[in-house]
Nanobody, 126 residues
Framework: QVQLMESGGGLVQTGDSLRLSCAAS????????MAWFRQAPGKEREFVAA????????QYADSVKGRFTISRDNAKDTVYLQMDRLKPEDTAAYYCSASGTIILSAMRMSSQYAYWGQGTQVTVSS
């Protein structure tokens, strides 16, 4: 079993930055694919970014490409999401997820991830 714990959310203004962290514990592996998804009120959960090692292979949603950066520290079993130039439409609960190696074409699919954190709220005011 794997446990994921997100942190770093908060209330910020348009244009500000935040860094989310996701600490993994339990039966973790450096070969896990790690991802961030988000869900705004009344909307479906959507893919944000994912990283798969070795490689690493990184994918981003078009809506965050160039503004968000995903990274991982395998020694700390932690994945990060650096969010810059935040916009009000980035407001959502952000969830960390993990699973064994996922094929490239499926990295954006929430159904592929076996483990999920409880989420951390990010609110961007205009």
């Amino acid at each position: 079993q794997v446990q994921l714990m997100e942190s770093g959310g908060g209330l910020v203004q348009t244009g500000d930055s935040l860094r989310l962290s996701c600490a993994a514990s339990g039966r973790t592996s450096s070969r896990f694919t790690m991802a961030w998804f988000r869900q705004a009120p009344g909307k479906e959960r959507e893919f944000v970014a994912a990283v798969r090692t070795p490689g690493p292979t990184i994918q981003y949603a078009d809506s965050v490409k160039g503004r968000f950066t995903i990274s991982r520290d395998n020694a700390k079993d932690t994945v990060y999401l650096q969010m810059d130039r935040l916009k009000p439409e980035d407001t959502a609960a952000y969830y960390c997820s993990a699973s064994g190696t996922i094929i490239l074409s499926a990295m954006r699919m929430s159904s592929q991830y076996a483990y999920w954190g409880q989420g951390t709220q990010v609110t961007v005011s205009s």
